[in-house]
C-alpha cells in the first residue's frame, strides 16, 4: 500500500515556474514506478511524467517536453514535478501516481488526492 500528498499548487502568471511534491508513505516507494497526471475541466486525465524505480529513466508527452522535469529522492519518499514557462493550458488539477512495477508506466494503482495549478493570462 502506498499513500501519496501533492503540494506546491497555487496560482502562477504565464511564464512561470512551480514545483509539486509528492510525499509518499509505504514501504514499497523505493520500487515503484511514479508519475504525474493532470486533468482540465472537460478533459481526459493526461500522464505528463513518469519516472521509473530509480530515476534513471523519464518519459514527456510532448505538450511538456522541454518544461517539466520529473525527478524523485528514494532517501525522502518523494518525487517532483519542476514546471517551467507555465501557460494557461498548463492549469489543471495534477495528480501524483504510483505503480506496482518499477519501470516506467502508463497505468498505475494508486493515486493522490491532486493539487490545483491554476495559470493566469
Known amino acids: 500500500q502506498v499513500e501519496l500528498v501533492e503540494s506546491g499548487g497555487g496560482l502562477v502568471q504565464a511564464g512561470g515556474s512551480l514545483r509539486l511534491s509528492c510525499a509518499a508513505s509505504g514501504r514499497t516507494f523505493s520500487t515503484s514506478a511514479m508519475g504525474w497526471f493532470r486533468q482540465a475541466p472537460g478533459k481526459e486525465r493526461e500522464l505528463v511524467a513518469a519516472?521509473?524505480?530509480?530515476?534513471?529513466?523519464?518519459w514527456y508527452p510532448d505538450s511538456v517536453k522541454g518544461r517539466f522535469t520529473i525527478s524523485r529522492d528514494n532517501t525522502k519518499n518523494a518525487v517532483y514535478l519542476q514546471m517551467n514557462s507555465l501557460n494557461p493550458e498548463d492549469t489543471a488539477v495534477y495528480y501524483c501516481?504510483?505503480?506496482?512495477?518499477?519501470?516506467?508506466?502508463?497505468?498505475?494503482?494508486?493515486w493522490g488526492q491532486g493539487t490545483q495549478v491554476t495559470v493566469s493570462s
Open positions: 519516472i521509473n524505480w530509480i530515476g534513471s529513466n523519464t
Open positions: 501516481a504510483a505503480s506496482h512495477r518499477s519501470n516506467l508506466q502508463v497505468e498505475y494503482d494508486y
